[in-house]
């Protein structure tokens, strides 16, 4: 009973002293970063420049999500007719096809009503004045069957087009796919360039940690000296790059906020003339947190290979 | 305390640093190493700190065969020593208290008895009033005080000492080696390295003289002239 108390008595005083320890390391880091404050903004600014440029990207390709995925559930096929054609043709084909396999409905925009929305939206209403008749076809936007599979509604794409009033048959999901394709490798891309940057970012920790080690030298040599363990020389230079990796992820999360910020108001009238309320993204709690951890982790990863090659070479003289 | 036997080094270069040492020092005691530049007195006392390791031989301190002692316990039984050096070695960005500090918080003490204990320690070697101050704007003999206050302040049963006075004109190397004198008197043993040969005579002591890697007087003799 006894022994316990007194092996727990022990283990408390261990734990407070490697707390304690810790608590020195860190503020010591702190300290050696405000005693360097140009060498500190120079190192941690690369840092957010390479954890900005990602994470950047990252943003870009969030956005152009966002904006596909309004895109993507629509399987319509568009059904551009002939130009001859009347609308009373126009109607009863409508008809026609609504009977087809595998056609849920079908819409019909006109000519005048396609005219009237693009004068509406697209601004060359002066322009549009000087045409002599209306350059626009009819279309039948058909609603496929919402179960139709992919070989089943190109089917019906391919029967679509052998309509002798169809002039041209777009199935619009295949422009989600392609952008999807698209997305598929901007993502990768984004993913190669986190790793190479990622990458720089532990080099430039571990070359920053080389050098903060190479100019206290004697002092580390002193603390082996008197008796400090390898654990307690590493821990102030793993703080440092711990608070290098952080503060370089904050510069990176306030450069995107104000890329954004710069962005926002031309991204809204431009979606606004598109007649569509997409906004811009910041990065949002989570994608802060989460490019804060990187830094983090970065900046610690970094600082521990560095150490772990450098602190061995260094044995009191 | 401390214990050499058949003791061989030779650095990388082949050089022959020290030959069959045989040396017996008891608890204690206050010995000097005495010989000229190169004769291996340094590297007895980087033999004895660990910094180096002995070709052949054995290396007894403390009741700890030096052999034996690797890893993480090479920095607790170096926190059983304490040094001072010719060249003082303080660290010029921190202040004495922090410099003398150092091995308690090395150590791991809490601060109010780091505070204490470097209070105590610079209090013995009359430096207290400048514990603020940065090294620098110290005296060489100041500074190889505050070299002492800590080598002494985490309370040593070894104190190794490498040409303590190498710097310091005749009136300040006499006070530090009473310094010396001071601590081994509450028991600390202390093993001073110097070529101070005419100084070390007056003070009395045991002299291991060393020539070239050999010991030259035998253990425990006092060299007479």
Known sequence: MNKGKRLKASINKALKIWLMQHAQAFVFSLGQLYKNPLGTALTTAVIGISLALPAGFYLLLE????????????????????????????????????????V??????????????????????????????????????????????AADSQ?????????????????????????????????????????ILGFAVLLIVGNTIRLAIYHRRQEIEIHKLFGATNAFIQRPFLYYGLLHGIIGSLIACLLLQSAVM?????????????????????????GVLGLMLAGALLGVSGAFFSVQRHIKTIDPV | MIRFADVNMSYNNGQEALHKINLYIERGAMVYVTGRSGAGKTTLLRLIALVERQAHGQIIVNGQNLSR????????????????????????????????????????????????????????????????????????????????????????????????????????????????????????????????????????????TLRQGRLLTHIGETVKR
């Open chain 2, 69 to 208: 002692i690797t890893g993480n316990r090479i920095s607790l039984y170096r926190r059983s020593i304490g040094f001072t050096f010719q060249d003082h070695r303080l660290l010029n960005d921190r202040t004495i208290f922090d410099n003398v500090a150092l091995p308690l918080i090395v150590a791991g003490y809490s601060y109010q008895e780091t505070r204490k204990r470097t209070h105590a320690a610079l209090d013995k070697v009359g430096l207290l009033a400048r514990k603020n101050a940065m090294p620098l704007a110290l005296s060489g003999g100041e500074q190889q005080r505050v070299g002492i206050a800590r080598a002494v302040v985490h309370q040593p049963v070894l104190l190794l000492a490498d040409e303590p006075t190498g710097n310091l004109d005749p009136a300040l190397s006499w006070d530090t080696m009473k310094l010396f004198e001071q601590f081994n008197q509450v028991g600390v043993t202390v093993l001073i390295a110097s070529h101070d040969l005419d100084m070390i005579k007056k003070l009395k002591k045991k002299i291991i």
């Open chain 1, 104 to 149: 849920l409905g079908v819409a019909m925009i006109s000519r005048a009503d396609a005219l009237a929305e693009y004068r509406l939206l697209s601004g060359f209403d002066e322009a549009l004045d000087l045409l002599t008749e209306n350059p626009l076809p009819n279309v039948l936007m058909v609603k496929p069957e919402t179960d139709l599979s």
């Open chain 1, 262 to 286: 710069v962005l926002h108001a031309p991204v809204s009238r431009l979606s606004a003339l598109y007649s569509s309320d997409f906004e811009l993204a910041a990065l949002g709690l989570s």
């Open chain 1, 63 to 102: 956005n152009a999500q966002k904006l596909a995925d309004n895109w993507e559930d629509s399987a319509d096929i568009s059904l551009f007719l002939q130009h001859s054609y009347t609308e009373e043709q126009a109607a009863s084909l409508a008809k026609h096809v609504r009977n087809m396999d595998g």
């Open chain 1, 155 to 195: 089917a019906l794409l391919v029967r679509l087009r052998q309509l002798p009033q169809v002039n041209t048959a777009q199935l619009d999901q295949q422009w989600a796919q392609r952008l999807f394709l698209i997305m598929e490798v901007a993502q990768r891309t984004v993913l190669l360039l986190s790793v």
